[in-house]
Nanobody, 115 residues
Framework: QVQLVESGGGLVQPGGSLRLSCAASRNIFSIYVMAWYRQAPGKERELVARVTKSGVTYYYDSVKGRFTISRDNAKNTVYLQMNSLKPEDTAVYYC?????????WGQGTQVTVSS
């Protein structure tokens, strides 16, 4: 079973930045389309961004122009650079493959945007 470990979250003021990382326990990123998802309190988990194994990206409308997803297949790591953060970005952020999220969900990393 592949383990996914997310990190990099924290408390940040509106307009601030964070960089999230997702590391896999073995080399699977060269196979899958990887994605970042998030789940806010009381809401369903939603797709934030995805990146193909060749680096083609897609972003949810609300984060376009602010977030950047990237991957390092050699390090089995996916990143999410988040700039110009807004209170509505507050959520637990997870990574998984796309579209079916077939791997076991990690613990996620909490992002809180508040003044």
């Amino acid at each position: 079973q592949v383990q996914l470990v997310e990190s990099g979250g924290g408390l940040v003021q509106p307009g601030g930045s964070l960089r999230l990382s997702c590391a896999a326990s073995r080399n699977i990123f060269s196979i899958y389309v990887m994605a970042w998802y998030r789940q806010a309190p009381g809401k369903e988990r939603e797709l934030v961004a995805r990146v193909t194994k060749s680096g083609v990206t897609y972003y949810y409308d609300s984060v376009k122009g602010r977030f950047t997803i990237s991957r390092d297949n050699a390090k089995n790591t996916v990143y999410l650079q988040m700039n110009s953060l807004k209170p509505e970005d507050t959520a637990v952020y997870y990574c998984n493959d796309y579209p079916r999220a077939t791997m076991a969900w990690g613990q996620g990393t909490q992002v809180t945007v508040s003044s």
